[in-house]
């Protein structure tokens, strides 16, 4: 998606405008998945209909540099239970379509898979599935055993004797050429 924008230009990936209603649509799959919506006099809230995520728009004119270290943000999400909360932001330049397509995943009731110490701080609200490791198919077969194949040492043949390199004699000692310094 944004390869093909980055091929026509600026003006298709970036956002420059503080517009209210382009904002607004990158808000829509929130709308669609069925999140409650408050309008404010600078912003817009979106809620998650468990309550456990939330996206916020500020909606007033922002100052660049103020968004670029992190003291202003035109979009904040957050997810979980408070106190293990994730969170993201987004500047008025993010590319629209990064907005939207972080709201649609936020909306997405797919499970996420996690590992190992993530799973021991999963909030009560979560549910874990364990999964099941899929079954090989005979071409991973096929790669372990000559991934094997190619790690294994052959066996000396009967009587042979290891190889053992001969000593090396001492280097003589070198004498500086005239001329030279070491």
């Known amino acids: 998606m944004l390869a093909a924008a980055y091929t026509e230009g600026p003006d298709s990936y970036l956002y420059y405008g503080n517009n209210d209603l382009a904002a607004l649509d990158v808000g829509t ?38 968004e670029m270290t992190g003291h202003q943000e035109r979009w904040l999400m957050l997810a979980g239970p408070p106190g ?10 993010t590319p629209e379509g990064l907005v939207a397509a972080m709201n649609t995943a936020l909306t997405d009731p797919a499970p996420v898979i996690r590992y190992g110490g993530d799973l021991r701080r999963l ?22 055993q ?37």
């Open 123 to 144: 909030p009560p609200q979560a549910t874990a599935t364990p999964v099941k490791p899929p079954v090989p198919t005979p071409l991973d077969v096929r790669r372990a």
């Open 29 to 66: 799959p929130l709308a669609a998945a069925g999140w409650s919506h408050r309008y404010g006099a600078a912003d817009v809230s979106f809620e998650s209909p468990d309550g456990l995520a939330e996206v916020h728009l500020r909606r007033n004119r922002l100052d660049h540099a103020a």
């Open 146 to 182: 000559v991934a094997n194949s190619r790690s294994t040492v052959a066996s000396s043949p009967a009587g042979a004797r290891p190889f053992i390199p001969a000593p090396r004699p001492p280097s003589a000692t070198q004498v500086p050429r005239p001329g030279h310094s070491r």
């Open 84 to 93: 293990n909360q994730w969170y993201a932001t987004a500047s008025s330049f």
